[in-house]
């Protein structure tokens, strides 16, 4: 089975960068489409960005130009780069893997932006 782990979450200014980093525990990690969701308090979960096997990228509206996803195959690997943080970027940061008819979270990460 899928396991997906996050780090790299924490406290930042506004202004200031964070790299949040989710690893995956199976071989076949590759095949798998990666999203980044978050949920901020008293919201709903939403997909913040988005990277298929093929490398190609979606990202919500609200964090185009400030964040990037990439993935590392070979460390089992997706990342999140998120720089230019706002206030509103304030959430739990969950990691999703999805291949066929399976889906899998990880346990999440809080980011907090503020002065």
């Known amino acids: 089975q899928m ?3 996050e780090s790299g979450g924490g406290l930042v200014q506004p202004g200031g960068s964070l790299r949040l980093s989710c ?4 071989s076949i990690f590759s095949l798998y489409v990666l999203g980044w969701f978050r949920q901020a308090p008293g919201k709903q979960r939403e997909l913040v960005a988005a990277i298929t ?4 990228t979606n990202y919500a509206d609200s964090v185009k130009g400030r964040f990037t996803i990439s ?13 230019s943080l706002k206030p509103e970027d304030t959430a739990v940061y969950y990691c999703n ?5 399976e889906e899998y ?11």
């Open 3 to 5: 396991q997906l782990v």
């Open 53 to 56: 096997s093929g490398g190609s």
């Open 105 to 115: 979270w990880g346990q999440g990460t809080q980011v907090t932006v503020s002065s």
């Open 23 to 26: 690893a995956a525990s199976r």
């Open 97 to 101: 893997a999805r291949l066929s008819v």
């Open 71 to 83: 993935r590392d195959n070979a460390k089992k690997t997706v990342y999140l780069q998120m720089n």
